[in-house]
């Protein structure tokens, strides 16, 4: 139904917070760990995982009927009785999509400096 406004919520979250981080990244032209991983990269991924996925649900809901071209765009906001599940539905699916690609990112993130670190240790032996 809508499952994929709450990861697009924090995308739309994540996505202000990159842009501010990258500018004050760029003002101070430090903030870089090795191999150039900065926050502001690294919200990109995060940004780039959340945009993807509420892109391909939105289409597969566009697909299914539940969303149309027309106001309130959702099918189940025409019927009172459809919002309580929908608004479940968000609370439940929504919301533990969006944790688990924020917890996915975050390994990621965890690996990424990992090896930046480990590359940089060798970089400094040789």
Known sequence: MACFLVPMGE???????????????????????????????????????????????????????????????????????DVGPMLHEMATIGTGMAALVTIVWFIMVLIADQKATSAAKLKIQA
């Open 11 to 81: 995308a739309i979250v994540t996505t202000v917070v990159q842009k501010v981080v990258e500018k004050k990244e760029k003002k101070a032209e430090g903030g870089t760990s090795p191999l150039g991983l900065t926050w502001g990269r690294k919200l990109s991924w995060l940004n780039r995982l959340l945009w993807g996925g509420v892109l391909l649900l939105a289409f597969e809901h566009l697909w299914h009927g539940e969303i149309v071209p027309w106001p309130p765009f959702l099918t189940a906001m025409s019927n009172p009785a």
